[in-house]
């Protein structure tokens, strides 16, 4: 839901940062099982399974509500990160997931029954009435025909479809538990909380000695050598095709970006759209009656105020919204199709004339004023709107084809690493040669564990063929298998030398922050002398993080956790990041009593928990079992 991603992803890098580093860890191991096949731009289908294929309308109807959702949260940052968000390897593995449960729901004898089908629709919340029936098989295909692409048709396909992945889950995961000991031991583990004030000292703040002479490198190698410890890898000579070398000589004429509209209408389908804003006074669900009703109080005078003209929807929200995201711009959450939000908050904008305000409107989130702006009908996006994309869309099509086809060519006349050398003198490419290892950055190759599947996947002295990489397809010769080794201190001294700083930095952070300490005996004064910012943490878990320390250190860990921690108790740690001055300012020790009252909510959640693990483990068992044919090219043009 998009507000829920507005609302909850408040630290733009660290959003990036996971999305980055989870998106290619999971498709990593994803593509490793891809079985590439023709394809290209112009193909209907964007994978197959085991022969079954995933449309290609299926697939741009996805990507498309990913693009709006992250632009509409990153903003004006959108661009710089897009290349980042892999939102074709996104949707395509999403797609492909859901095809290969439905298939091996198939193959093991599961089928959906009208009766199942048709009880499914009729509980629909979304196809009730206002006396909580369901609305009638008429104003039903009406409803559907108006706002679901392809009608009822496609939508009672997705709906078995759905049903069918939900029975096929049910059977492989429905009977996990969780016994008591594990139960318990989780509960204590998530419910013993601290909160502190804190004041982090960075390490790069600190002055130190820059001079790191050979004993101290050496002895520091010698204490940590198992932390330079290199996996298994390969030695590979490459050369790349960049898109870039045809830059230059590709154009797409307006004729052509028009030609592409007229004969793609479905790309350029768009739902019945509206735009709001909203004001947010925050309330945590469980939040005691009283509190709920201040909160309710309060917002419906500041509704009341608005309708009566008393005050500026815009100021009220930059001054009160607890929805920071939006807030800075007035509250306003553009236009949104059905689907993106929360359904309270959705049913809301979408029952409200343009220009009216919502009654108030109750969420997960806490009350929301919302302010109906304008709407958009489902339609055709305006060629002129999508004239830029049409156009990126044309030129990449057209510079994958020109690279993909040189090289296929060059790839059909290189069987060994001699040929590999002897083809790239010949056409004037620059061959490189490294050693490429798992978890290692590959460098100006970007993210590409295709690539890296490819070279592990191929024996020493043969070659792979076109692997797609950053700027644009690289042929690989594979050398030599490279063993896992301890390196030379001389292989890794910049970055020993590094870690030598950094660690020289930290004490220097952590001395510094126990000087101020000792000298003023009370934490404000303390940080207050360190010059260094006081933050509130709120609860904190054990698997918590601390903003701004980079992590946790076991002495940190065992100071807030340990059992001499007590309110009032100051001290400080060492932390990845430099030092943490902190002082405790509540301790909750959770007990049976509270054990007892949320046992079967909190077992609930760890089943569920468990039984996710266990689908994604047999989904990588599945990945394997069939074949998966992925159109790369239709797949890449969301990928830059």
Not at 423 to 433: H, N
């Amino acid at each position: 839901m998009l507000n829920v991603m507005r609302e909850n992803l408040r630290h733009l890098k660290w959003v990036l940062w996971i999305v980055a580093i989870s998106m290619v860890l999971y498709l990593g191991a994803y593509f490793s099982c891809e079985r590439r096949a023709a394809g290209g731009l112009d193909a209907d289908w964007v994978a197959r399974v085991d022969g079954n294929p995933i449309p290609r309308d299926r697939f741009l109807q996805l990507a498309r509500r990913l693009d709006s959702q992250y632009r509409q949260l990153l903003g004006d940052q959108y661009e710089r990160f897009r290349p980042q968000l892999q939102l074709g390897q996104q949707t395509i593995a999403t797609l492909v997931d859901q095809m290969l449960m439905r298939v091996e729901a198939e193959r093991l004898g599961l089928a959906v029954t009208p009766q199942e089908l048709s009880r499914k629709i009729v509980e629909d919340p979304y196809l009730q009435g206002p006396d909580g029936k369901f609305i009638g098989k008429e104003r039903y295909t009406q409803f559907i025909e108006r706002n679901y692409r392809g009608g009822v048709a496609a939508f009672e396909r997705d709906l078995r479809d759905g049903i069918l992945v939900d029975k096929w889950k049910d059977l492989v995961a429905g009977a996990v538990e969780i016994d008591e000991e594990e139960l318990r031991s989780r509960y204590w583990e998530e419910n013993d909380t601290v909160e502190v004030d804190y004041a982090v000292v960075p390490a790069a703040s600190q002055n130190v000695e820059t001079n790191v002479d050979e004993a101290t490198l050496r002895a520091w190698f010698e204490a940590h050598r198992e932390d330079y410890r290199r996996p298994e890898g390969r030695r590979v000579k490459f050369f790349v095709l960049e898109r870039q070398r045809w830059l230059a000589e590709t154009t797409v004429s307006d004729d052509e970006i028009r030609t592409y509209y007229e004969d793609h209408p479905s790309e350029f389908a768009r739902p019945e759209q509206r735009r709001a804003r909203h004001i947010l006074l925050r309330v945590a669900p469980d939040a005691p009656p009283e509190t709920k009703d201040a909160a309710r109080r309060r917002a419906q005078a500041l509704l009341d105020q608005l309708r009566r003209g008393e005050a500026q929807f815009e100021a009220t929200a930059r001054e009160v919204s607890e929805d920071r995201a939006s807030a800075d711009r007035g509250g306003d959450l553009g236009f949104f199709g059905r689907g993106e939000m929360l359904p309270e908050f959705e049913a809301a904008v979408f029952e409200t004339a343009v220009g009216e305000y919502a009654p108030l409107t109750e969420t997960v989130h806490g009350f929301h004023i919302i302010q109906v702006l304008d709407s958009r009908p489902a339609g055709l996006v305006p060629l002129e709107e999508a004239r830029d994309t049409i156009r990126r869309r044309l030129l990449d099509q057209r510079l994958e084809e020109r690279v993909r086809g040189q090289a296929e060519a060059l790839a059909a006349q290189i069987a060994t690493p001699e040929d590999l050398e002897r083809i790239a003198a010949r056409e004037g490419l620059r061959v490189q040669q490294r050693v490429v290892r798992r978890g290692e950055s590959l460098g100006d190759l970007g993210s590409s564990p295709a690539f890296m599947d490819a070279v592990f996947a191929t024996e020493p002295g043969a070659v792979t063929g076109p692997v797609g990489v950053q700027q644009g397809l690289a042929i690989a010769a594979v050398i030599e298998a490279v063993p896992p080794d301890l390196p030379a201190l001389e292989e890794v001294r910049s970055r020993v030398a590094t870690d030598v700083l950094n660690e020289r930095a930290r004490q220097a952070a952590v001395e510094a922050a126990r000087r101020a300490l000792a000298r003023h005996r009370e934490f404000a004064r303390a940080a207050e002398a360190l010059e260094a910012t006081v933050r509130g943490s709120g609860p904190l878990r054990r698997t918590s993080v601390l903003p701004g320390t980079g992590g946790w250190s076991e002495a940190l860990r065992g100071a807030l956790f340990g059992p001499e921690a007590a309110e009032g108790a100051l001290g400080v740690a060492p932390v990845p990041s430099g030092a943490v001055l902190y002082r405790i300012t509540k301790r909750n020790r959770p007990d049976e009593a509270a054990f007892a009252a949320a046992r079967d909510e909190f077992a609930k959640r760890l089943r569920d928990e468990r039984r996710e693990a266990l689908l994604q483990s047999l989904l990588g068992e599945l990945r394997q079992r069939y074949t998966v044919e992925i159109n790369q090219p239709l797949v890449a043009q969301y990928d830059r």
